[in-house]
C-alpha cells in the first residue's frame, strides 16, 4: 500500500477459519510494515505489489515482518528517468498491478499541457492499462477542444469540477485498481480526498507567475473506495520518459494503422516523408484524424511535439524538469 525508505506497509487478508459456519463478525484485514529480505537481492518491491510475507505478521505496533517474495505482476506502468541522449533512459516502475491509468488534467489554473497527456497514455498503452481521462476544474474553461483532441483515439473521459457531483467518476472506479497521474495543482489530492474521506492527502495551490503546482503528496500509496475497487495515488509529475517504449508498442495500440506500415520503408519512423500510412489514410483505410494521433504520441515519445496540434484556447507549455 505504501513504500518509504525501505519500509513497505502492507495489508494482510486474514484466512477464514474452516468450517466457520457461525454469524460471526468475520476477521478484519491488518496492516502490516515489513522490510525487503536479504535474499530478493535488487529486486524492486512498488505500490501495488502482491508479496508473500514471513515473521511477525500481527501488525502490533513495532513489529516488523519480511518480504520473501513479490508474485507475479499483471501490468507494470513505468517511465525512464530521461528521454534524451545523455541519459541512460532507465526505467522506473509506478505502480503494480493496476487495471486503469486516470490522467488527470485541470482545464484551466494550471493550463492543460496535452503534450504531458500523450507520454501519459504512451506509458498507458506499453503498460496494457485502460486509460481514463479525468477533466478537473471545468467551472473555470470549456472541456470541448481537449474532449475533441482526444477522441480519435478512443480514450474514455469524465468532467468535474469543484463542489460538483463525482457520481460517474466513482462509477468509472468502482472495481478497478486505478493509478492516478497528474501534474501538480490540477486537483489530484482533492479528487483522492472527496473519493476517500480519511485519505487526508495534502492538497496544493497554483503559483501564479510560474502556473506550476507544487509537490504535495511526496510517495504513492493505495487507498480502498468505500463502494469498492482500489486508486493509487501518485506524486505530481513534471516529467514522464517514454526511452523504454518502442514504436512498435505504440503502433500496436493503432491495429486500424498497422496494416498501412507495411509498404513503409526500412527504418521508418512515421514521422517523416515516405511514410506509406499517407496513402494508407488517403486511399480511406484509415480516419487521417487517427494517423495525427498516432504521430501526435510517436513525436511526444521522442520528446517533441507539433504545436499545431494542441489546443489553442490557452497557451500550453510543458513543465518538464
Known amino acids: 500500500m505504501a513504500v518509504d525508505r525501505g519500509r513497505y506497509t502492507t495489508l494482510v ?14 476477521p478484519q484485514p491488518r496492516l502490516v510494515v515489513a522490510m525487503k529480505a536479504r535474499e530478493l537481492g535488487r529486486k524492486g518491491i512498488v505500490v501495488g505489489d502482491r508479496v508473500a510475507l514471513v515473521g511477525d505478521v500481527s501488525g502490533r505496533p513495532d513489529t516488523l515482518a519480511r518480504v520473501v517474495r513479490v508474485e507475479p505482476r499483471t501490468s507494470m506502468l513505468r517511465r525512464s528517468a530521461d528521454d534524451t541522449e545523455d541519459t541512460d533512459g532507465i526505467e522506473r516502475p509506478v505502480v503494480a498491478n493496476a487495471d486503469q491509468l486516470v490522467i488527470v488534467t485541470a ?8 503534450r504531458m497527456i500523450d507520454r501519459i497514455l504512451v506509458a498507458a498503452f506499453d503498460a496494457e492499462i485502460d486509460a481514463l481521462l479525468c477533466l478537473t476544474k471545468s467551472d ?3 472541456p470541448d ?5 482526444y477522441e480519435p483515439l478512443g480514450v474514455r473521459h469524465v468532467i468535474v469540477h469543484k463542489g460538483g457531483s463525482l457520481d460517474e467518476l466513482r462509477e468509472h472506479l468502482s472495481g478497478h485498481i486505478s493509478v492516478l497521474v497528474g501534474h501538480s495543482g490540477v486537483g489530484k489530492s482533492t479528487l483522492v480526498n472527496a473519493l476517500v474521506p480519511d485519505a487526508n492527502r495534502a492538497v496544493s495551490h497554483v503559483n501564479a507567475v510560474t502556473g506550476r503546482g507544487r509537490h504535495t503528496s511526496t510517495s504513492a500509496v493505495a487507498l480502498e473506495l468505500p463502494e469498492g475497487g482500489w486508486i493509487i495515488d501518485t506524486p505530481g509529475i513534471r516529467s514522464f520518459g517514454l526511452a523504454h517504449v518502442s514504436v ?12 498501412g506500415t507495411v509498404d513503409c520503408p526500412k527504418g521508418c519512423t512515421h514521422l517523416g516523408e515516405g511514410c506509406a500510412l499517407d496513402a494508407w489514410a488517403a486511399a480511406g483505410h484509415a480516419d487521417p484524424a487517427r494517423l495525427e494521433s498516432l504521430r501526435r504520441l510517436l513525436a511526444s515519445r521522442e520528446g517533441t511535439a507539433d504545436e499545431s496540434t494542441a489546443t489553442r484556447r490557452e497557451p500550453i507549455s510543458d513543465d518538464v524538469s
Not at 477464514?16 to 459456519?21: H, L, V
Not at 482545464?107 to 496535452?114: H, K, T
Not at 512498435?248 to 496494416?259: G, I, K, N, Q, R
Open 140 to 142: 473555470l474553461a470549456p
Open 107 to 114: 482545464l484551466a489554473d494550471p493550463p492543460p499541457r496535452p
Open 13 to 26: 487478508e486474514p484466512e477464514r477459519p474452516k468450517g466457520s459456519a457461525q454469524k460471526r463478525k468475520p
Open 145 to 149: 477542444e481537449l474532449v475533441a483532441l
Open 248 to 259: 512498435e508498442t505504440v503502433l500496436a495500440a493503432f491495429p486500424d494503422l498497422v496494416e
